[in-house]
């Protein structure tokens, strides 16, 4: 079966997919994502949806959406940081896409109130005001690897009682690169893109996505990771988190409205004051917790750790304010 199919029998499947049976996070998880390692990585996302708010008029009505909200705790950090500024509470909605019910239980508890919906395409229309992390990365992709005979699809087969990498039989693709080179594509991903384009082109508002990867595909990047470790993508399917390198700039493409241009995400949290924030918090802090505080604001912002593996873009409607933090395409 091609890639895509494998990816999404082993995250989505409801009886036994990785997503449908377990909560992958924190320390007793597999992996740790930004709202999990500090408060001050949904407080700035908060704040940052607040003055993109005002920048557009204040709406007095709009969908506040978080598309695969881990726990709960970004949209209830964000929504924390948010209620200083008047109004912004009030005005939205809070409705959360997910597809595992162990963790829509988890989100329930943490965000009171919101509506879940299954896809993008569910939300009501309206102005909308999206934030994505995390989410992309964990989107089925197809790979295509360059042979002597063309371009062949990557897929999974079995022999010998495990399973194996193959290749079908030549394709059409429009794309020059050296023998054994690798692209992948990401159908789902660009789908949503363009429903989220749709929604801010027509009603206003705006996306955030922050995710690991680059502006186009680069290579091989499917990867396992269990246990906080990698892990090869074919052993134990079901029991692992397969991810992908997104790509930007499909993304872009595929929402037809106004990208900012691709920003670490280290140099968004610093433009956004998350240092000034760190030594806010570390004034009550000693010890232990003083330690785990400032090796968080590291993880976050550091180049040799998520700073700049993880990138940032933003989508808004082409005559919107520019957001803050985050500079237009040139």
Known sequence: MPVADYMAECLFDPDHGYYATRDPLGCAGDFITAPEVSQMFGELLGLWLVQVWMDQGRPERFVLAELGPGRGTLMADMLRAARAVPGFAAAAEVHLVEASPVLRELQARAVPGAVFHDSVADLPEGPLFLVANEFFDALPIRQFQRTEAGWCERQVGAADGRLIWGLAPPTPLAADAPIGHIVETC???????????RR??????AALIVDYGDGESRGDTFQAISGHAYADPLEAPGTADLTAHVA?????????????????QGV??????????????????????????IAAHRRLTHPDEM???FKVMALTQPAAPAPPALEPLP
């Open 307 to 309: 700073g700049t593996l």
């Open 187 to 197: 159908a789902p991903g660009e789908a949503i893109a363009q429903e989220i384009g």
């Open 248 to 264: 930007f700039a499909p993304l872009a493409r595929a929402a037809a409205v106004q990208a900012s241009a691709l920003t670490p």
């Open 200 to 205: 801010i082109a027509a009603h206003g508002g």
């Open 268 to 293: 968004f949290l610093e433009r956004l004051g998350i240092t000034g924030r760190a030594q806010a918090l570390a004034k009550g802090l000693s010890g232990d917790a003083l330690q785990n505080h």
